[in-house]
């Protein structure tokens, strides 16, 4: 059974930078389309980015320039690396892959933004 742990998560004061990592195990990340979501307090969880198992990675115009995601496939572990970091990208991130037919989610990892 595939499962998925963030880490990485943390305080920052904006136009800072984090890196979110999702550890894969029970599947190879490179065999799935792995995606992060977040959510805000009061909203809904909205999909951030994800990298398919061809590398083609997506993002939302909001965090484009802003985040890359990769893959470390040796590692089996997905990265979101986000810069310029705004106070509206303040949420719980998750990490999310589909199998079949079934969605796995990360126990998700707070991010902060503010001074």
């Known amino acids: 059974q595939l499962q998925l742990v963030e880490s990485g998560g943390g305080l920052v004061e904006p136009g800072g930078s984090l890196r979110l990592s999702c550890a894969a195990s029970?599947?190879?990340?490179?065999?799935?389309?792995i995606a992060w979501f977040r959510q805000a307090p009061g909203k809904e969880r909205e999909g951030v980015s994800c990298?398919?198992?061809?590398?083609?990675?997506y993002q939302i115009d909001s965090v484009k320039g802003r985040f890359t995601i990769s893959r470390d496939n040796a590692k089996n572990t997905v990265y979101l690396q986000m810069n310029t970091l705004k106070p509206e990208d303040t949420a719980v991130y998750y990490c999310?892959?589909?199998?079949?037919?079934?969605?796995?989610w990360g126990q998700g990892t707070q991010v902060t933004v503010s001074t």
């Open positions: 999310n892959a589909d199998q079949a037919g079934l969605a796995y």
């Open positions: 029970g599947s190879a990340v490179g065999s799935v389309t």
């Open positions: 990298i398919t198992s061809s590398r083609i990675p």
